[in-house]
Nanobody
Framework: QVQLVESGGGLVQAGDSLRLSCIAS????????MGWFRQAPGKDREFVAA????????EYADSVKGRFTISRNRAMNTVYLNMENLKPEDTAVYYC??????????WGQGTQVTVSS
């Protein structure tokens, strides 16, 4: 079993920054990647960013490229999402996910990010 706990969400104004954190615990040895997803009201969950856990390569959704940065602290078993120049359309519940063998297998409970205009 893997537990993922997100934190760092909140209410900010357009143009502000936030940093989300996700701490992983449990059977994390079965892990290739960590990622962030988000779900806005009335919409499907969508991919935001991901990072290969060992090599560190990253991937981003086009909508966040240049504004969001995913990073990790392997010693702390933590993945971060630094979000800059936030826009109202970034408002969503943000979820952390753990990936293994091309599947996202574990999810956190989510943290709310609200961006006011």
């Amino acid at each position: 079993q893997v537990q993922l706990v997100e934190s760092g969400g909140g209410l900010v104004q357009a143009g502000d920054s936030l940093r989300l954190s996700c701490i992983a615990s449990g059977r994390t040895e079965y892990r290739d990647a960590m990622g962030w997803f988000r779900q806005a009201p009335g919409k499907d969950r969508e991919f935001v960013a991901a990072m290969r856990w060992s090599g560190g390569s990253t991937e981003y959704a086009d909508s966040v490229k240049g504004r969001f940065t995913i990073s990790r602290n392997r010693a702390m078993n933590t993945v971060y999402l630094n979000m800059e120049n936030l826009k109202p359309e970034d408002t969503a519940v943000y979820y952390c996910a753990l990936g293994f063998r091309a599947e996202w297998r574990s999810w956190g409970q989510g943290t709310q990010v609200t961006v006011s205009s």
